[in-house]
Each structure stands twice: as structure tokens, then as C-alpha cells.
């Protein structure tokens, strides 16, 4: 973590049962961001495929001294996340057509804000450790950096930013699978004894395009949380838990 990307390939599978114009809406969309992360967009390869599919390969650089690692988080460190939780639940509910128009306005705005901001807004701050939150969600990539990391990691549900509607779905069993695979992987590693069981089933959700997890030094937290704000980030970021000493239990809910 920590680069700039400077070149982006894309990479598509496209079905022959949809129009060509559907595929070259999703290609603008896919080079829009490339150009708002700063990178340009070369070319590409496009397959058949039943199901669509698209994605794009990046390349960039990074100072070596300035990398971003998955690891070395310490205790006493604040956990910050920069984006809501919520997107793998609130797909899920627009599945079953139950989703609200403004828990899917808050979904779509998440998944398409780019993490360059919150980057470059700690990036001259002392970071210990940082990941992003993608499908293993916030308790898989949680166990990575805590285990990698020697520490536990206590994160307080209650401060966690949800979008709009996720516990509620949680609540009606709108989670999806791939949330339950986390959570059988991850059982033993976690203590989610004392907290509901939607907090639960939010914390293993796997994300599209989710935030960063900042593992920063405590002291930091003002100043952090300041640079969050004044970047103007469309998601809301919040200081989400504190790293302790390594016990029986690397991830605790509280």
C-alpha cells in the first residue's frame, strides 16, 4: 500500500447475449476512474464469457521506504477505517428487490470512491500498518494484520461507520454467503461473544471497493481524524478500535 498507480490494463469477460453498448459503458466507467486515480488507461483484453466480468490490472510506484505494509501494527495503535461497512448486505437486499433506494445511493457511493484521498491525506503521518477491507471483510483483514502483526485487535462495534439499512438486513438474514465462509474461517481466532449478532455478521460482510484500515501510533488520532475531514472525503471514516497486546483471541468485538 502506499504507491501511485501509473498504468491500467483492462480486463473483461462479456457475454453475447448483451449488447456490445452495455460492455462499453462499463469500460468508460472503469477508464473514468482510472483517470481520476491519476493513471492512464493502455489498452486491454476481453474474452467470452457467461457471466460478465471486469477488472483492471495497475501498475505504479512506491518509495521503498514508504510502503505501506499489512503489518506492524503496535499496541497502544488507534484501528481508523475510512469507509462504511455494509456493501456485501446491502447488494444482497437489492437482490431480493428489499433494499431502499437510499441504502442503494449510499452503497453505490462507497463502492465508487476511489481510496486515493484518505491516502494521500496520512501519508506523512507515522503509519504502522495498513490494508484495505475488501472480501475477507473487516474481521478477515483484521486477523491478517493482527496475526502478521503479533498484537489483538479490539474493535468497538458501536463506532463503526454502517451504511444506512445493513443491520436491519443483517437482522432479516439478507447476508451474503460469502460472509459465512469468513466467519467459519475466522471463528476461532475471534471473541464475538459479547456483541449482537448483526455486529457480528457486519464485521465478516465482504466488501466491494472498501476502505483503508489505518493502524496508527494513539497520539496521532486528532490530527488523523482532522486531515480525514478537511480532504473531504464522500465516505465517513472513523477511529474504529485500539491494538493491544497479542492474546488467546487476535480480534475482539466489543
Known amino acids: 500500500m502506499g504507491g501511485e498507480p501509473k498504468i491500467a490494463l483492462n480486463i473483461a469477460g462479456f457475454p453475447n447475449c448483451l449488447e456490445t453498448s452495455v460492455l462499453g459503458e462499463i469500460i468508460a466507467g472503469g477508464a473514468d476512474k482510472v483517470k481520476e486515480a491519476g493513471a492512464i488507461l493502455i489498452g486491454g483484453h476481453t474474452i467470452q464469457n457467461d457471466q460478465p466480468i471486469y477488472g483492471l490490472c495497475v501498475s505504479g510506484f512506491v518509495h521503498p521506504d514508504k510502503i505501506w505494509k499489512n503489518y506492524g501494527a503496535k499496541p ?4 481508523i477505517l475510512t469507509k462504511q461497512l455494509g ?3 446491502i447488494t444482497t437486499a437489492a437482490k431480493a428487490e428489499i433494499a431502499s433506494e437510499a441504502s442503494m445511493q449510499e452503497a453505490e457511493t ?3 470512491s476511489l481510496n486515493k484521498k484518505a491516502k494521500a491525506a496520512l501519508q506523512s503521518l507515522p503509519v504502522h500498518a495498513c490494508t484495505d477491507v475488501t472480501g ?9 494484520m493482527a496475526s502478521a502483526s503479533h498484537v489483538t485487535f479490539d474493535l468497538k462495534v458501536r463506532q463503526i461507520p454502517i451504511i444506512q439499512g445493513a443491520l436491519e438486513y443483517a437482522d432479516m438474514g439478507l447476508v451474503p454467503a460469502g460472509s459465512y465462509k469468513n466467519r467459519q474461517y475466522h471463528k476461532e481466532a475471534a ?5 449482537d449478532e448483526h455486529f457480528v455478521d457486519l464485521c465478516y460482510d465482504p466488501q466491494s471497493s472498501g476502505g ?3 493502524s496508527i501510533p494513539a497520539e496521532y488520532e486528532d490530527e488523523a481524524m482532522k486531515r480525514l475531514h478537511d ?3 464522500d465516505t465517513r471514516a472513523a ?3 485500539y491494538v493491544l497486546t497479542e492474546q488467546s483471541k487476535l480480534i475482539r468485538l466489543s
Open 136 to 144: 475477507f471483510g473487516l474481521c478477515g483483514h483484521c486477523y491478517e
Open 110 to 112: 462507497v463502492m465508487k
Open 239 to 241: 477511529v474504529i478500535g
Open 212 to 214: 483503508l484500515l489505518f
Open 191 to 195: 471473541d464475538t461473544s459479547s456483541v
Open 76 to 79: 497502544g495503535d488507534i484501528l
Open 87 to 89: 456493501t456485501g448486505i
Open 231 to 233: 480532504c473531504e472525503l
